[in-house]
């Protein structure tokens, strides 16, 4: 009988060891089966993130177009509307005899009228024919107008009424004027009270 005891002891220890281990290994497997899983969660959400991101960028540049139509709209209001009178011979005079002949001996206080019977003024003021008086004119890369003198009928003629007579305080700075060559355009008119 003393040999069947250390036996006993044997088989259970066994048995206890075997349970445990059993217990350990499947605690083990089932925590490693858990890592794996979220790792490969994790790497999925990476790997979605790096195809989803260029995704986003494709819409952005779609926002900048807006602004520029605005200035170009801006541009097309402002522009004034004109009527283009085509070339003109653009000449200049002033109140002397000179430029005036008789008309420059009939002035009893001094003040030059034209024939529109309004003072003329510098830079304002112009001689041209077939337009009626207080029609504004724009020539181009000079400045606005008003008609309110005529010339002489033999000048109007001599340009086919394609002149324009600019009105000059002095005589100097009407030579220097010259004759010049440029394009005309009719802005409107002048409203009378
Ligand atoms: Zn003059």
């Known amino acids: 009988m003393s040999y069947s005891k250390p036996m006993r002891v044997n088989y259970k220890r066994l048995l206890t060891t075997w349970i445990i281990s059993l217990i350990i290994t499947s605690v083990i497997t089932a925590v490693i089966?858990?890592?794996?899983?979220?790792?490969?969660?994790?790497?999925?959400?990476e790997v979605d993130a790096i195809f989803y991101t260029p995704k986003v960028q494709e819409t952005?540049?779609?926002?900048?177009?807006?602004?520029?139509?605005?200035?170009?709209?801006?541009?097309i209001v402002e522009e004034p509307a004109m009527t283009e009178l085509g070339e003109y011979t653009i000449t200049a005079y002033c109140p002397c005899e000179t430029c005036c002949g008789i008309w420059a001996k009939n002035r009893p206080n001094g003040i030059v009228y034209g024939a529109a019977g309004i003072e003329l003024q510098e830079g304002y003021s112009v001689a041209a024919p077939g337009l009626p008086?207080?029609?504004?004119?724009?020539?181009?890369?000079?400045?606005?107008?008003?008609?309110?003198?005529?010339?002489?009928?033999?000048?109007?003629?001599?340009?086919?009424?394609?002149?324009?007579?600019?009105?000059?305080?002095?005589?100097?700075?009407?030579?220097?004027?010259?004759?010049?060559?440029?394009?005309?355009?009719?802005?409107?008119?002048?409203?009378?009270?």
Do not use: N
Request: avoid cysteine; charge should be negative; proline fraction near 6%.
């Open 33 to 45: 089966t858990i890592l794996i899983t979220k790792d490969k969660d994790a790497e999925a959400t």
């Open 60 to 75: 952005e540049p779609s926002i900048s177009p807006i602004p520029t139509e605005s200035p170009i709209e801006d541009l």
């Open 133 to 193: 008086f207080g029609t504004i004119l724009y020539i181009e890369g000079l400045d606005e107008y008003v008609v309110e003198d005529r010339p002489v009928s033999w000048v109007a003629e001599k340009y086919d009424d394609k002149i324009v007579d600019i009105y000059f305080l002095s005589h100097d700075d009407a030579l220097e004027f010259g004759l010049q060559h440029r394009t005309v355009y009719l802005k409107g008119e002048i409203q009378d009270d």
